[in-house]
């Protein structure tokens, strides 16, 4: 058996490419929910998994989304499932689970906004969780918020 967790970090260590291949991995359904999503090469990985037939859906805060930079409208033409968030104060998670094929579902979560700054500049932080029920719990909670923003 593997590895129940990973840890990562930023700035430059890598962190960005390891959110990129837990996307890639991903094999038939991937949520995401997520406060600032502008880092070109995670939303580039999200609608590549889409492409390739995984049930994907985005949940992004909506003040977030609003920003110049944001690539929620991106998601939005590759045909993404996107709610941006206008139910709650801020939805400050930032979160993907997925299934990766043989293994179940894992968990990517932590203080790493999916941007250039978090993986570059900013001293932030993710896990990879391998915990079946933490998993559960996790896409309970994206279904719960993706649901009160109908």
């Known amino acids: 058996m593997g590895r129940l967790a990973n840890t990562y970090f930023s700035p430059d260590r890598g962190a960005d490419d390891v959110v990129i291949g837990f996307i890639d ?74 299934d990766s094929k043989g293994k179940g579902l894992a968990v990517l979560t932590g203080s790493f906004n999916f941007t250039k700054s978090a993986a570059q500049k900013n001293a932030e932080n993710f896990i990879v969780l391998r915990l079946q029920y933490v998993a559960r719990e996790y896409l309970a909670e994206f279904e719960r918020l993706w649901a009160l923003n109908k």
């Open 25 to 98: 991995h991903c094999h038939t359904e991937m949520v995401v929910a997520v406060y600032s999503l502008t880092h070109d090469g995670i939303s580039a990985a999200i609608i590549r998994a889409h492409d390739r037939g995984v049930k994907v859906r985005v949940l992004t805060d909506s003040l977030q989304a609003s920003s110049r930079y944001a690539d929620d409208e991106l998601l939005d033409a590759a045909g993404v499932p996107l709610r941006r968030d206008t139910q709650t104060g801020s939805m400050h998670n930032k979160f993907i689970v997925g």
